[in-house]
């Protein structure tokens, strides 16, 4: 085994032995031991990371794709399952992020989590989820990758839910479990598709084969198979219309949010695609239903985030919106671009919740924007990092998300067609960006300080003086399966100002990687996997890349600009927009009435059916005729066979002496 | 002798020991007439024994001698407890096997 699959193989199983030591001996370690464990498992796992990218750069260029085969579970006429991993760029890429993020939220989390009775089960659960998706990002066949996605969708139930007591957040748990399942059908039946036509679940062959098993572009199955692996994006990565998990995952703990939204989870989605470019490329009527719906996705939600009050949902929103931009990113053939975005916005958004965690701990839990505001003062350090998440969100030079949103929206407008209307929503997309984001930075941080802001800058940090949940007002208590009784804002913890520094740091710097003209480093390091593509590495021209960068610039700059003018100079004006536009407040407010269009056209329907089936099917076919039927046989036949049974003693020897007379007299007549 | 005579006496008792089997209510002869079945079947294996000329009829004699004192020991035993309780001895009343 070469070392370059040695660091590969070790990037996944620190992780899992993370898990498996917390979980193990996690309650014998001291305080806080199994937050180090779990933080050392995973900057371990990035070190391992780091030197896979070292070796994989030393290989010739048109070797850098390595298949890693652990052993064969079945290899047989038509079916090759092996446990096998794919180190190629793209993978290295995914991992580098993955970890890299991920060790900074273990980081975050050893001080935000501390007095929570859940601790150990905590780190052990966070160790777990990055396992899985190391796994879904190195898998080198059709069958690993599934059971990484399936692992990534039960530990994000497990996150979400972590707070067990809560039924809002059980809820939520079972909401995103539900979606993502559905999404593990799409991609199981998508595959099952893609491997009755090409005969093989490796990746490789599988792309090598694509042409000779498809010989047409837009062969029905493979549109059928590409479209059911978007189901499966879709549900991961929150796309329309199986988004509505996103928001409510708010319910479980912040860095887990964090997690979901930047290094795990959502992201998976978008690097499916990516993976998938072949098949995409061979059947593009599915390439370009994934651009159509990450388009629709990053308006609706873009404009829901204009009207929630939920600091954190307001960030889910950004999410969304940011993985539509990656969605139609890879879709469009921008895929470069797209895992570019994938990665600022993993550093931005990873800061953004993390910043936002600090505040909420500054509130005792409460996560209301209506009652937030004047944070400016009390919590410098976590409005510098919101300030700083805000403007790479929204895309201000130079900040990381400028130079990655406005490549994807480059490639976009330099494909031409019908991709010049996703290239103008995008920028309507991030003018929405701006205005949103300083929406809620302005009013949490600036306007008169609320009493825990006060309170903070006195040196007292704020306590409920009974802990409630946030969403329903319920009593709560702080033992386990609750959020725990202290709270812990960055200003006072070095590993949450760390966590939150170093990614304000990438967070500036991250789009230096990939300016226009001027340097190519993702597009030169994700070439040996997108060789293939016709689509990759296209040269705009000056002027639509002058015209993109200047419009993008200008387009943020307005957004922050409106922000600042109706919620700061003129907060009257807010109040006023909204009674003059009463219907479409309520339809953002209310989320496009995905859910309730989804209970609608699907529960209530279920539900219909599942009482329609009780009254008629159950209640006749099953019980009256199955049920009822089998023990009606068995009842008849006993009560003949019970007349036999008279109790007396001496009427069973009769029977006996009669059977043997019987007997007797057949042996005589036979012989 | 002719062991058609044996035979017949084996027959005839082994009849009335069935005959009592069937028509007694009373335990004690109910056993007793068992007792009867088992030594008439015993007497047709000696009397076949003898006939062939070797051991092994005798052989089983023995066994069923050595089980039919098992059995009455056993079959005594239940008498006398159902005796101590006070049930009746008496067959037809002991119904509790009717379905």
Same mark, same amino acid.
């Given at each position: 085994m070469s070392s370059l699959e040695l660091f590969a193989w070790a990037t996944l199983l620190f992780p899992l032995a993370g898990t498996i030591v917390i979980a193990v001996a996690g309650r014998r370690l001291p305080r806080r031991g199994a937050g180090y464990v779990g933080t050392g498992a995973l900057a371990l796992s990035f070190a391992s990371a780091i030197g896979a990218l070292v070796m994989l750069q030393d290989l010739p260029h048109d070797e850098r794709q390595v298949v890693a085969v652990a052993w064969d579970y079945a290899n047989s006429v038509g079916v090759d399952a092996q446990l096998s991993l794919l180190v190629d760029p793209l993978s290295v890429f995914m991992i580098l992020v993955v970890a890299g993020v991920s060790t900074l939220i273990h980081l975050y989390s050893i001080s935000y989590l501390?007095?929570?009775?859940g601790y150990v089960r905590f780190f052990s659960y966070l160790n777990f989820f990055v396992f899985s998706m190391l796994l879904l990002v190195l898998a080198g066949n059709f069958l690993l990758l599934i059971i990484g996605w399936a692992f990534v969708g039960a530990a994000s139930y497990m996150l979400i839910s972590f707070w067990y007591r809560r039924t809002t957040a059980t809820d939520a748990g079972i909401k995103a479990f539900v979606i993502n399942v559905l999404g593990d059908v799409g991609l199981v039946l998508g595959t099952f598709f893609i491997f009755k036509h090409l005969g093989t679940l490796d990746f490789l062959k599988a792309f090598e084969g694509v042409k000779e098993g498809f010989p047409q572009t837009n062969d029905a199955d493979l549109v059928a198979g590409c479209i059911l692996l978007l189901v499966g994006a879709f549900a991961k990565s929150a796309?329309?219309?199986?988004?509505?998990w996103l928001p409510d995952a708010m319910e479980g703990p912040t860095p887990v949010s964090a997690l979901i939204h930047a290094?795990?989870?959502?992201?998976a989605g978008v690097y499916l695609i990516a993976r998938m470019h072949p098949l995409f490329e061979q059947a593009p009527i599915a390439a370009d239903v994934g651009a159509i719906v990450g388009c629709a996705t990053l308006l609706i939600a873009g404009t829901t985030a204009l009207a929630q009050t939920d600091l954190k949902r307001v960030i889910a929103y950004s999410t969304m919106s940011q993985i539509g931009y990656m969605i139609m990113g890879v879709s469009a053939g921008a895929y470069a671009a797209g895992l570019f975005h994938l990665m600022t916005h993993a550093f931005f958004k990873a800061l953004l919740f993390m910043a936002a965690g600090s505040v909420i701990a500054a509130m005792a839990g409460n996560q209301n924007l209506d009652r937030m505001g004047g944070f400016r003062r009390a919590l410098p350090f976590t409005y510098g990092c919101m300030v700083v998440g805000g403007l790479a969100l929204a895309g201000v030079p130079p900040f990381s998300g400028f130079f990655s949103k406005d490549e994807i929206l480059l490639l976009l407008g330099d494909r031409g067609g019908w991709f010049w209307i996703l290239y103008a929503a995008g920028y309507v997309g991030a003018f929405l960006t701006g205005l949103y984001t300083f929406r809620m930075i302005f009013r949490a941080f600036w306007g008169e300080p609320v009493p825990e802001a006060r309170e903070l800058e006195e040196g007292h940090l704020h306590h409920a003086h009974a802990p409630s949940n946030?969403?329903?007002g319920e009593l709560e208590d702080t033992d386990v399966g609750f959020p725990g009784p202290e709270h812990h804002i960055a200003e006072r913890e070095p590993t949450m100002k760390i966590a939150m520094g170093t990614l304000a740091f990438l967070a500036i710097v991250g789009g230096f990687l990939q300016i226009p003209k001027v340097t190519h480093v993702v597009d030169h390091f994700l070439e040996p996997t997108f060789e293939d593509s016709a689509l990759y590495a296209r040269e705009p021209s000056g002027g639509l890349i002058a015209f993109g960068l200047v419009l993008g610039a200008f387009v943020a700059f307005a957004g922050i600009g409106l922000a600042y003018y109706v919620w $700061?100079?003129?907060?009257a004006i807010a109040t006023r927009v909204r009674e003059r536009l009463a219907p479409l407040y309520k339809l953002f407010l209310n989320k496009w009435y995905f859910d309730e269009l989804i209970a609608m056209l699907v529960a209530r329907p279920a539900l219909w059916f599942g009482v329609w089936a009780q009254q008629t099917f159950e209640r006749?076919? $099953?019980?009256?005729?199955?049920v009822g039927g089998s023990t009606g046989i068995v009842r008849a036949g006993s009560s003949a066979v019970r007349a036999a049974q008279t109790g007396f003693l001496r009427y069973y020897a009769l029977l006996i002496v009669v059977g043997m007379v019987v007997l007797a007299f057949y042996f005589l007549l036979a012989s | 002798m002719d062991i058609g005579w044996y035979l017949t006496a084996s027959a005839l008792i082994f009849t009335i020991g069935a005959g009592g089997v069937l028509t007694r209510r009373s335990p004690l002869v109910i056993l007793l007439c068992l007792e009867l079945m088992l030594n008439a079947a015993n007497l047709a294996l000696i009397a076949f024994a003898r006939m062939h000329g070797n051991a092994e009829g005798q052989i089983f004699a023995v066994i069923v001698m050595v089980v039919a004192a098992c059995e009455v020991t056993v079959g005594l035993g239940v008498i006398v407890a159902m005796h101590r309780r006070r049930l009746p001895i008496d067959v037809d009343e002991l119904r509790e096997l009717q379905g």
């Open positions: 501390d007095s929570d009775e796309q329309v219309p199986l988004h509505t290094a795990t989870m959502v992201t946030p969403a329903t $700061v100079k003129n907060p006749i076919f $099953v019980n009256g005729l199955l | -």
